[in-house]
């Protein structure tokens, strides 16, 4: 399992471009970056998984540069509502039900 | 389709007192994994079944179990309960189980134990 580590917290505006950024420089050749969502009290949400490259779907794009060293979620205009804590995993495909949570960055949203 | 549910969804016991917690995984999942998330440790696995077995287990003392039925729901038992054992209870339910299948995240049960 790629150890990571990403900012504890980032400050954005409304209507702003927010890129989080994590490491990960023991990643293995088989690992995957996978990134999830979590508001207060509620259990985390799968927003982006990627092997290498640029992923993107309705909520986000994922970039991975080729030395897979490090990777770049882009959430594109956030609203207050993104507000949460982030959290950067890298895993194999493997690895039956076990994640691996950091303390994740938490993300403010100001009006 | 309907997504994780967990019951009871708060729960205050006292020391030395037992719990169990259940999750219903989503429908055709056959994937349950734990986790417990506390402000100082944060979200922490503790184990994982697929098909009424247990595939992978965290670094938890023994007080803490599990077992999952035939239709995929699952429970989760901590016996003796220790102040320390106060947190958000999540279970995740996944098709296969293996980290790159999305885990769906119930809303937890929050365990105060006085």
């Known amino acids: 399992l790629a150890k990571t580590t990403q900012p504890i917290s980032m400050d954005s505006y409304e209507g702003q471009e927010v890129n989080i950024t994590c490491s990960h420089n023991?990643?293995?050749?088989?690992?995957?970056i996978t990134w999830y969502q979590q508001f207060p009290s509620q259990g985390p949400r799968f927003i982006i998984q990627?092997?290498?490259t640029k992923v993107t779907n309705e909520v986000a794009s994922l970039f991975i540069p080729a030395d897979r060293k490090s990777s770049t979620l882009s959430l594109p205009r956030v609203s207050l509502s993104d507000t949460a804590v982030y959290y950067c995993l890298g895993h194999g495909s493997g690895n039956t039900g076990k994640l691996i949570f950091g303390q994740g960055t938490t993300l403010q949203v100001k009006p | 389709k309907a997504g994780v549910t967990q019951t009871p969804r708060y729960l205050i016991k006292t020391r030395g007192q037992q719990v169990t917690l259940s999750c219903s995984p989503i429908?055709?999942?056959?994937?349950v994994s734990w986790y417990q998330q506390t402000p100082g440790q944060g979200l922490q696995f503790l184990f994982e079944y697929f098909s009424e077995t247990q595939r992978n287990k965290g670094n938890f003392p023994g007080r803490f179990s599990g077992r999952q039925f035939s239709n995929s729901r699952s429970e989760m038992n901590v016996s003796t309960l220790e102040l320390g054992d106060s947190a958000l209870y999540l279970c995740?339910?996944?098709?296969?189980?293996?980290?790159?299948?999305?885990?769906?995240f119930g809303p937890g049960t929050r365990l105060t134990v006085l």
């Open positions: 990627g092997y290498k």
């Open positions: 995740a339910s996944s098709l296969t189980g293996f980290a790159t299948d999305t885990q769906y």
């Open positions: 429908s055709g999942h056959r994937s």
């Open positions: 023991n990643i293995a050749t088989n690992d995957y």
